[in-house]
């Protein structure tokens, strides 16, 4: 069996949940912003993980939202993946990508 690089995994899970957090477009996230959320789910490689997915302002109510996620293991929350994304509000269909993974 191979092994799994666990932090590529993290980050794997990171990026996939990212994508599915943005899913809806600016007018739709604007009715549930300031928003928030953690489960439990599985990383690509099958391990159990915390999802935490956030919608919050960027400056000011209304405005341009970020998305922010972040996947870690429930004893290493300093070690998991956080990305952002922002969904400007007259620009939907441009994001900007910003991502560090701790």
Same mark, same amino acid.
């Given at each position: 069996m191979p092994s799994v690089d666990r *932090? *590529?995994?993290?980050? @794997?899970?990171? !990026? +996939? !949940?990212l994508a =599915?957090?943005?899913?809806?477009? /600016?007018?739709e996230?604007? *009715?549930v912003t300031p928003w928030g959320d #953690?489960?439990?789910g599985f990383t690509p490689?099958?391990?159990s993980a915390q999802f935490e997915r956030n919608y919050l /302002?960027? @400056?000011e109510t209304k405005g341009d939202i970020c998305v922010e996620v972040v996947v870690y293991q429930p004893q290493a929350y300093e070690r998991g993946v956080?990305? #952002?994304?922002?969904?400007?509000? =007259? @620009?939907? #269909?441009? #994001? +900007?990508?910003?991502g560090d993974q701790e």
């Open positions: *932090q *590529q995994d993290l980050a @794997d899970a990171a !990026e +996939e !949940e =599915r957090a943005c899913d809806l477009g /600016w007018r996230l604007s *009715q #953690t489960y439990e490689a099958g391990r /302002w960027v @400056d956080r990305l #952002t994304r922002v969904i400007p509000r =007259r @620009d939907s #269909t441009k #994001t +900007e990508m910003m």
